[in-house]
C-alpha cells in the first residue's frame, strides 16, 4: 500500500496505540494539575501525584510525529518529497490547523460566556487570562509559543501545536537535505545540537520546547532504521531498561527533571525513538510481543483515532469542571476523585464528540476508515 506522497504505507497499529497512551497521559497530567486551587494537590500522599509524569506524553508525541511522517520517505529512494514541499505543509496544514483554530474559537467564547474563565480565580486557569489582542492573532498564526505572554493564553496545551507546526518546515528545508548530503546520525545531532543551541543562547525561548527538533529528526530516524532492517543488538533490553530508567528518574526528582527539561525530554525522546524501532521491526517481522497487544488493542487504536482532538480540547473543560467542583465545596479528597471519575470522562467524552464534528473532516479516507471498537 502506498501513502499520499508516493510512498510505501506502513500501517504501525502500534502507532496509534502509543499516541493514546501519550494524550491521555496528558490529560490525566492536567486534570491533577486543574483539582483545586494551587497548591491543593501539595498536601496528597506521593503516589497520588503520579500523574505529572503525564507532562511527558508531549515528547512521544513529537517522536511519533517524526516516524510517522517519514515512513513514506524512507519507503521511497532519494529520500524526497515526492510531490514536493508545497503539497507536504498544503497536507499538514489541512490536518491541523482547522481542528486547532475551530477548538481556540470554541474557548474564545467559552472564556467571554463563563465569568469563572474569565476571572482570576487561583487555580491553574489563572495563566490562561487575560486573553490579549497579541495572544489572539499569534495563536491565529501559531507562532504563540514564542512569547511567554501568549504561550498558555485560552489553552495552555496548544502550545505544542504551534511547535510542531515550526518543526513540519524543517523537515524539508533542514533534515532532508542535511540527511541526503551525510548521514542518518550526523542529521539527528545536527537536529539535537540546533534545539540545544537554542535553549543555552535564548532561554527567552524555553517554553516553545525547541529542543523538540532533536526529538522529531530521532523520530525520523527511528523509520529509517525501521524501514532499512538496521539491526542493533539487544534492542528490547535497551529500550525496556532505558524507559524504565527515565521515568523513575522523573518520579524521583520531578521538579528537577522539569527545571532540565531539555536534557531529560532529549533522553526520554532518544529511547521512544529506539522503542519505536523495536516495535516497528518485530511488526514487519510478524513477530509480536505484549507490547504489541496492548498497544494494538482496539480501544486503543480507536481512542489514537481522536487523540489529536483530546488534546485540543480537554484542558479548558477540566478547568471548567474544576470550577463547578469548587462551588459545590467538596472535602478536596472528594474533589481530587471526582476529577479523575466524573470532569475528566466528560472532558474525554466532549473531546470525541469534536472529533466526530470536527476533526474527522480533515483526516484522510484511510483514516476515516477506522470504527469504533466492538467487544
Not at 500522599?45 to 505529572?52: D, Q, S, T, Y
Not at 487561583?122 to 495563566?127: I, M, V
Request: aromatic share 12%; hydrophobic share 55%.
Amino acid at each position: 500500500m502506498h501513502s499520499a506522497d508516493g510512498g510505501q504505507r506502513h500501517d504501525f497499529k502500534f502507532a496509534d496505540g502509543l499516541r493514546a497512551v501519550a494524550a491521555l497521559s496528558v490529560a490525566l497530567f492536567h486534570t491533577f494539575v486543574f483539582t483545586g486551587l494551587r497548591g491543593d494537590t501539595d498536601g496528597l500522599p506521593a503516589i497520588a501525584k503520579i500523574w505529572r509524569v503525564g507532562n511527558f506524553g508531549v515528547p512521544v508525541f513529537i517522536v511519533l510525529s517524526g516516524f510517522v511522517l517519514a515512513l513514506p520517505i524512507v519507503g521511497s529512494s532519494g529520500l524526497v518529497l515526492r510531490k514536493g514541499w508545497q503539497h507536504f505543509i498544503k497536507r499538514r496544514a489541512r490536518r491541523i490547523l482547522p481542528p486547532y483554530l475551530i477548538s481556540f474559537a470554541l474557548f474564545l467564547a467559552l472564556i467571554a460566556a463563563v465569568p469563572w474563565m474569565h476571572e482570576e480565580s487561583g487555580t491553574a486557569w489563572d495563566n490562561k487570562i487575560p486573553v490579549t489582542l497579541g495572544g489572539v492573532v499569534s495563536h491565529l498564526f501559531a507562532v504563540h509559543n514564542l512569547r511567554h505572554d501568549w504561550i498558555y493564553q485560552v489553552n495552555g496545551p496548544a502550545w505544542s501545536v504551534a511547535t510542531e507546526w515550526q518543526l513540519y518546515f524543517t523537515l524539508p528545508f533542514l533534515l532532508l537535505p542535511l540527511w541526503r548530503r551525510t548521514h542518518v546520525a550526523v542529521m539527528v545531532a545536527a537536529a539535537v545540537a540546533i534545539g540545544w543551541a537554542i535553549h543555552f543562547v535564548d532561554p527567552h525561548l524555553d517554553a516553545a520546547h525547541f529542543w523538540f527538533l532533536g526529538l522529531f529528526a530521532m523520530g525520523a530516524a527511528a523509520a529509517y532504521l525501521v524501514v532499512r532492517e538496521t539491526t542493533i543488538r539487544l534492542l528490547g533490553p535497551i529500550v525496556a531498561v532505558g524507559l524504565l530508567a527515565t521515568f523513575a528518574g522523573v518520579l524521583l526528582a520531578h521538579d528537577a527533571a522539569r527545571e532540565q527539561d531539555w536534557l531529560t525530554e532529549t533522553v526520554l525522546g532518544a529511547f521512544v525513538a529506539l522503542g519505536l524501532v523495536w516495535l516497528g521491526q518485530r511488526s514487519l517481522a510478524g513477530s509480536t510481543t505484549p507490547v504489541h497487544r496492548v498497544l494494538e488493542s482496539r480501544l486503543l487504536v480507536w481512542i489514537g483515532l481522536w487523540s489529536y482532538s483530546l488534546y485540543l480540547v480537554h484542558s479548558p473543560l477540566l478547568a471548567l469542571g474544576n470550577f463547578a467542583l469548587l462551588e459545590l465545596d467538596p472535602s478536596f479528597r472528594v474533589h481530587y476523585v471526582l476529577m479523575f471519575v466524573a470532569v475528566l470522562p466528560c472532558s474525554l467524552t466532549i473531546a470525541y464528540l469534536f472529533h466526530r464534528a470536527v476533526e474527522r473532516r480533515f483526516m484522510t479516507s484511510h483514516q476515516q476508515a477506522v470504527r469504533v471498537p466492538v467487544a
